[in-house]
């Protein structure tokens, strides 16, 4: 398995509440990505980075933040989550064209 | 539009028969086809990669199959059990790394 990891893989907040979801990859990839997936539908580009201090909004708008100050990390942010939040976020990483997906955090706003 | 669709969206078959899920695409321009396996509450994980010259590839008891010209694809289990029970997702990148995905076949293997 692809070492790219995410945590947490469950989470359960209040409305308001500011979170940051982890990912980090030992690969030494440049190019990190995060993606939004709903039950039964595709996955869609929130933002991704090719590099440290290069971060860009992906296809699907997205309130959440992202940083990429090192190579290994690339955390995303929620000021003030929402329910329409509620989703899975699933970061992935890649070399060429392969692709490495981490296990995703499920996030639930209440 | 670029756009991936997939079909059947969901499919049920006994453990040990064969089934073949498909892959109709319209991005372009195309750089390759791949198939992603999914299990509930994991990442994708990769099955084949597929560039334009390349009409089938195999992995195990996964064979796809790519049609350029119909842009269409498709992903053949043989022998299926109990654990390939998974969404299985078609994407297709149309260059610099921009993947379209499809929306995945569900498949459920019964004993």
């Known amino acids: 398995e692809a070492d790219i990891y995410q945590t947490p893989r469950y989470l359960v907040i209040g409305t308001g509440k500011k979170i940051t979801l982890e990912c980090s990859q030992t690969?030494?990839?440049?190019?990190m990505y995060w993606y939004q997936q709903d039950p039964g539908m595709e996955l869609h580009l929130i933002h991704y980075?090719?590099?440290?201090?290069?971060?860009e909004k992906g296809d699907l708008s997205s309130e959440s933040t992202v940083s990429r100050i090192r190579t290994e990390h690339f955390p995303l942010t929620l000021e003030s989550a929402r329910p329409s939040h509620t989703s899975q976020y699933l970061c992935?990483?890649?070399?060429?064209?392969?692709?490495?997906f981490g296990n995703g955090t499920r996030l639930t706003v209440t | 539009k670029n756009q991936v669709e997939q079909s059947p969206q969901s499919l049920i078959i006994l453990e040990g028969k064969n089934c073949t899920l498909q892959c109709n695409y319209t991005v372009s321009p195309f750089s390759n086809l791949r198939w992603y396996k999914q299990d509930t509450g994991r990442g994708p994980v990769s099955l084949t990669i597929?560039?334009?010259?390349?009409n089938t590839k195999s992995n195990g008891r996964y064979t796809a199959t790519l049609d350029a010209d119909t842009k269409q694809s498709s992903l053949h289990i043989t022998a299926s059990q109990l654990s390939d029970s998974a969404s299985y997702i078609c994407v297709v990148e149309g260059g610099a790394n921009n993947l379209f995905f499809g929306t995945g076949t569900r498949l459920t293997v019964i004993p």
């Open positions: 597929m560039t334009f010259s390349e």
């Open positions: 992935a990483s890649s070399e060429w064209r392969f692709f490495h």
């Open positions: 980075s090719y590099g440290v201090n290069s971060t």
């Open positions: 690969m030494g990839h440049d190019k």
